[in-house]
């Protein structure tokens, strides 16, 4: 038997302008969890996608079980036992649950030459995995009837039901909630004790101690090393990451809160099993953090203030007045922004640049004559916010889909950073960015509040919620439960009793 299941030996990858894999190597023990760290921009997802057969290497070698092969695509990939869990989900909400789970591989009945697809059998096996993960999702749902985090939990389900030998993880935790990551962390203890060998990409150091057995760290493109998980402290890992000391993860808050800038009082969705009878305020130059579990409609509330869903009934009063928002246009003139959870479906505009993806927001402010777009004004904006914000890329023109996740969510930042709203509503605005990101975006977010910005954050991650939060506000089941306002009341314990309060 070989010492590794897996090795990867001087993989070089590049793109135009930029050497995204430059000798990295990679080694996975049989029936281990190797956690693949490193700052968004890294190179992680780069090398697992030359591992599957999304993109060809430049130059290196792949073994499997000690022998060398060659992966000409995701199929060959698949059928030499590699499944992969990507980072952005690419679901297809229209068709159910189980077609999702069998896309490309669709049971069939044959009549001579006819195939029939066998969607009892579909249903069933369907049925099967899910219930391997937990998970009681009926098979024959529409797979755009779940959360985010619910259709996480199919894509996991869907890469363990190959029953592969090696099952990439590319942060298949950022949507799922904390009882949903249990599920798959016994999932993943199950495969490990049957000899599957895992490699898990993630930036939540706790669970990257909780799973894994080895921690491989990669710095801009590079291989910097492969240690026991049990070896490294949580600091040694961020140092190792980022090349330097990070202390202090959220900045001290110096911004001055003011007078009440927006007034949401009585929102109710139209739809009867969301938000209802929802009221708060929010502050010039406040933090206000929304908590709760998923499921909780904290994101179907702020889509219903910013005119991305209807309204039933509530008012909402911008500086004192009343203000109508029936769509995103509206809300944006009454100076309010939003960065949305789900970054590819609704945060970037992946066949453009970076310069159109920031400029979204801003081309009708840069017209000369009423119709002529001002380049050299737009390109000083989006180059003042590639320095800003440490956008890694070769220059604007970029294609935004060919940047890291964390890059791409820093432009999303940029883009409403650009048309300088009063209100900024962040969504879950650190989803898969690393702890050396995660620290600019923080940084961000205060500089924005002592400009007097008002921000309403979303974040599952309770560290973060009570590190940046001045004030609490807790949903659950779609109804505003609890609201801490006193920093020294503002704990683990009381955030998730306002949670599971029904």
Same mark, same amino acid.
């Given at each position: 038997m070989a010492e590794y299941k897996l090795e990867m030996r001087g993989v070089c990858k590049a793109f135009p302008g930029v050497k995204a894999l430059d000798g990295v190597e990679l080694k996975l023990r049989p029936g281990t969890v190797l956690a693949l760290m490193g700052e968004n921009g890294a190179g992680k997802s780069t090398l697992m996608k030359c591992l599957f057969g999304i993109y060809k290497m430049d130059e290196g070698e792949i073994l499997l079980d000690g022998e060398r092969v060659e992966i000409k695509d995701p199929d060959d990939a698949m059928a030499k036992g590699i499944?992969?869990?990507?980072?952005?989900?690419?679901?297809?909400?229209?068709?159910?649950? *189980?077609?999702? &789970?069998?896309?490309?591989?669709?049971?069939?009945?044959?009549? =001579?030459?006819?195939?029939?697809?066998?969607?009892?059998?579909?249903? /069933? /096996?369907?049925?099967? $995995?899910?219930?391997? %993960?937990?998970?009681?999702?009926?098979?024959? @749902?529409? #797979?755009?009837?779940?959360?985010?985090?619910?259709?996480?939990?199919?894509?996991?389900?869907?890469?363990?039901?190959?029953?592969?030998?090696?099952?990439?993880?590319?942060?298949?935790?950022?949507? #799922?909630? !904390?009882?949903?990551?249990?599920?798959?962390?016994?999932? &993943?203890?199950? %495969?490990?004790?049957? =000899?599957?060998?895992?490699?898990y990409i993630s930036h939540k150091m706790d669970e990257i101690k909780r799973i894994a057995d080895d921690i491989q760290i990669m710095r801009d493109g590079t291989y910097v090393g492969t240690w026991s998980a049990a070896e490294l402290t949580t600091d040694e890992i961020i140092a190792k990451m980022v090349g330097r000391e990070l202390t202090n993860v959220y900045p001290e808050h110096h911004h001055q809160i003011g007078e009440v800038i927006l007034e949401a009082e009585d929102i109710t969705s139209i739809h009867e099993r969301s938000f209802r009878n929802v009221s708060f305020?929010?502050?010039? +130059?406040?933090?206000?953090?929304? =908590?709760?579990?998923?499921? *909780?409609?904290?994101?179907? %509330?702020?889509?219903?203030?910013?005119?991305?869903?209807? #309204? *039933?009934?509530?008012?909402?009063?911008?500086?004192?007045?009343?203000?109508?928002?029936?769509?995103?246009?509206?809300? &944006?003139?009454?100076?309010? +922004?939003?960065?949305? /959870?789900?970054?590819? @479906?609704r945060g970037i505009v992946g066949c453009l640049s970076i310069k159109d993806n920031v400029g979204l927001s801003v081309y009708n402010k840069y017209l000369r004559s009423g119709f002529v777009l001002d380049h050299p004004a737009i390109n000083k904006v989006v180059n003042e916010s590639i320095d800003k914000l440490s956008i890694k890329t070769p220059s604007m023109m970029e294609l935004i889909q060919n #940047?890291? +996740?964390?890059?791409?969510?820093?432009?999303?930042?940029?883009? $409403?950073?650009?048309?300088?709203?009063?209100?900024?509503?962040?969504?879950?605005?650190?989803?898969?960015? !690393?702890?050396? @990101?995660?620290?600019?975006?923080? /940084?961000? &977010?205060?500089d924005l509040a002592s400009q007097g910005k008002a921000i309403i954050m979303i974040s599952s991650e309770m560290p973060e919620l009570l590190g940046m939060a001045d004030r609490v506000c807790v949903m659950c089941d779609g109804k505003l439960t609890g609201e801490i306002s006193d920093k020294s009341e503002m704990t683990q314990e009381k955030v998730m009793s306002y949670a599971t309060m029904f």
């Open positions: 499944a992969m869990v990507h980072q952005e989900l690419q679901p297809v909400p229209a068709r159910s649950v *189980a077609e999702n &789970m069998f896309l490309g591989r669709f049971p069939v009945h044959k009549y =001579g030459p006819l195939q029939v697809i066998d969607h009892k059998t579909m249903n /069933e /096996e369907t049925r099967r $995995w899910l219930s391997e %993960l937990g998970l009681d999702y009926d098979p024959k @749902a529409l #797979l755009g009837t779940l959360s985010i985090g619910q259709m996480q939990m199919v894509e996991i389900a869907k890469a363990v039901s190959h029953e592969a030998k090696i099952i990439i993880f590319d942060e298949p935790t950022s949507s #799922l909630s !904390d009882k949903e990551v249990d599920f798959l962390f016994k999932v &993943m203890n199950d %495969l490990r004790d049957r =000899g599957v060998s895992m490699i305020k929010l502050r010039r +130059g406040e933090i206000l953090g929304f =908590g709760g579990l998923v499921g *909780a409609q904290r994101t179907e %509330l702020m889509e219903g203030i910013f005119g991305i869903r209807h #309204l *039933a009934k509530g008012t909402i009063r911008i500086k004192g007045k009343e203000v109508t928002i029936k769509k995103p246009h509206d809300a &944006m003139n009454a100076g309010i +922004g939003m960065i949305t /959870e789900d970054r590819r @479906a #940047l890291s +996740g964390g890059n791409q969510q820093k432009v999303i930042v940029a883009r $409403w950073l650009a048309n300088d709203p009063d209100i900024l509503i962040m969504d879950e605005p650190t989803r898969g960015i !690393d702890v050396g @990101a995660k620290h600019e975006i923080y /940084e961000i &977010m205060e």
